[in-house]
């Protein structure tokens, strides 16, 4: 292993969105860059969510000097505690982020068990030979940092998610100031948010939500619900501000929505008139055109506030005429089917639904095509690696860097698990190291793996049957019909004559002395199923012997 090169190791969010988390290595030291968690697509049956697999640190566990975390958003803190139970690492993070950390780590009991160190925007921190700044960036959650991360072969410039909002809500605009002293004094690399790099111009800011929140606000004639992410903190000041000049209570829904407001409001990030917010009881007391109810489940979740409103099955209220729901937020890829589900239900069940294709209720938290090329210009890398990003957002990035004059051979376009070692002359690519899925599920963290997940598909896809045969210990033969018990398969009663027969052919299989291998009769009675149905249902054979 090379000892005088600085090792950049993504274990997520390069060639993905979401669980993101890098690992700088310089010798014997690691520092770790956020630790996210990453939502399961629609055909990871069952999975709750999936962290990055980081195996290769465990092995050097005692190496890992520090743990930086950018903001607060899922995608950066999810996984912390799966991460802390192994590597017991101080961690570092501004205020509003290191506040949402501490509420994840009181419920998993690690609090008094790691160092945390709080740092300002603009702070240094030496985090053993790295010494890392933190600068301000402008994203959909307030007090979040890039990093610019001074190692021994040179500076290295970590964005985060960013945004270059000149109007941002709480008017804490990037720290363009910064990025460009740094390139004063040289930038070896630049790794930066490819999330909307398939998006021209500029990101609009977070501003133009107002006058679309205004525009709800005035003509909606009962409650208004607004879903978002329990972490769009900024969206909830906004959304406060429009209830205060329309003279609406605001409330909060959900576990984590009133304790994110809670924390938020608690460090000021969160700046509302002391009567504004009411708990959730007073509001459905009030007169509808005084109430704006925030709640989760903008991806259309079914077990969240707005999937259970979608179906009334929601406990402690129900949509009432007059309701005007708008869901702030843009389908996660992936999402959009089960969105337009939950907004088609929502419609039927009498809302007047709005959303961000038909009024400008959401905007990104992401830089666009012409803040990259801004980014790019501001700090003049030597190197450049696109990260937070499927494949073809990378590629997308490092086109823009092209654009902007950098050569090909100083970009490195990578997915996780793809080590890529640095000096003050060369970026190479090295070994590969895991940088799968880890599948969390219930209480289980990894022991299901993709064959578990394959699975769940096949059965979810054709179904099973199950086949009961009692056979006589002596004469091996069958001593009554097999019995078949199918689900998810074919409905019962239109197959009788395909029963009857699968039930001849085990028999035959049996008594010819052709089916004692429970896997081979298996295997039969699913071809033979498929060639009469074309589908191929999961068979279990189970055999008793009197
Ligand atoms: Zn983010
Ligand atoms: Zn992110």
């Given at each position: 292993m090379a000892n005088n090169k600085l090792r950049i190791i993504p274990l997520g969010g390069l060639g993905e969105v979401g669980k993101n988390m890098m690992v700088y290595e310089w010798g014997e030291h690691i520092l770790i860059v956020d630790t996210g968690m990453m939502f399961p697509e629609n055909?990871?049956?069952?999975?709750?969510y999936i962290i990055p697999?980081?195996?290769?640190?465990l092995d050097k566990?005692?190496?890992?000097?520090g743990i930086v975390i950018t903001h607060g958003h899922e995608d950066h803190i999810g996984a912390i505690h799966h991460v802390l139970e192994q590597i017991k690492a101080p961690i570092y993070a501004t205020p509003l982020t290191m506040g949402l950390l501490e509420n994840k780590l009181s419920r998993g009991g690690l609090i008094n068990k790691v160092q945390l160190n709080t740092v300002q925007a603009g702070d240094s921190a030496q985090v053993g030979p790295f010494t890392v700044e933190f600068f301000h960036v402008c994203h959909s959650i307030p007090d979040g940092v890039g990093l610019g991360i001074f190692t021994p072969v040179g500076l290295v410039i970590h964005s985060g998610d960013y945004k270059f909002d000149h109007t941002p809500v709480d008017n804490w605009p990037t720290d363009y100031a910064r990025l460009a002293e740094f390139q004063g004094k040289g930038v070896l690399a630049l790794l930066a948010d490819s999330?909307?790099?398939?998006?021209?111009?500029w990101t609009a800011s977070e501003r133009v939500l107002d006058s679309g929140f205004r525009e709800v606000f005035r003509t909606a004639p009962g409650r208004i619900i607004i879903a978002s992410f329990a972490s769009l903190i900024s969206r909830m000041q906004q959304v406060g501000n429009a209830a205060f000049e329309h003279r609406r209570k605001l409330t909060f829904v959900g576990a984590s929505m009133v304790e994110n407001a809670r924390i938020a409001r608690r460090l000021g990030f969160l700046d509302f008139p002391e009567d504004l917010v009411v708990p959730l009881d007073q509001a459905l007391k009030m007169?509808?055109?005084?109430v704006v109810i925030m709640c989760t489940g903008t991806q259309g979740e079914p077990t969240s506030i707005m999937g259970r409103l979608s179906t009334g099955t929601n406990r402690q209220f129900d949509l009432i005429a007059g309701d005007t729901v708008v869901l702030s937020s843009h389908p996660i890829p992936g999402n959009e089917e089960s969105v337009y589900r939950t907004i088609n239900r929502l419609f039927r069940r009498g809302a007047n639904v709005i959303y961000e294709s038909i009024a400008p209720v959401h905007v990104s938290g992401h830089a666009s095509q012409e803040e990259m090329k801004l980014l790019l210009h501001l700090v003049q890398p030597k190197f450049f690696i696109p990260i937070h990003g499927e494949l073809h957002h990378l590629h997308q990035h490092a086109a823009i860097a092209r654009q902007v004059?950098?050569?090909?051979?100083?970009?490195a376009v990578v997915e996780n698990g793809q080590v890529i070692e640095l000096d003050e002359q060369e970026m190479v690519l090295a070994e590969r190291v895991p940088g799968g899925y880890v599948f969390v599920d219930g209480a289980g963290?990894?022991?299901?793996g993709p064959s578990v997940v394959r699975e769940r598909e096949e059965l979810a896809r054709d179904g099973f049957v199950l086949v009961n045969i009692k056979v006589d210990r002596?004469?091996?033969?069958?001593?009554?019909e097999p019995g078949i018990v199918t689900r998810g398969f074919i409905f019962a009663r239109n197959g009788d004559d395909l029963f009857a027969s699968t039930s001849q052919l085990i028999t035959n299989a049996i008594n010819c002395g052709t089916g004692n291998v429970q896997s081979d009769l298996e295997e039969t009675i699913r071809s033979y199923l498929f060639n009469k149905t074309r589908r191929r249902p999961m068979v279990f054979v189970t055999v008793s012997t009197v």
């Open positions: 055909d990871m049956l069952g999975i709750d697999d980081f195996q290769y640190l566990k005692e190496r890992v000097c999330t909307n790099s398939t998006r021209s111009g007169s509808p055109r005084e004059g950098m050569p090909e051979d100083h970009i963290v990894g022991d299901i002596n004469t091996c033969r069958l001593v009554d």
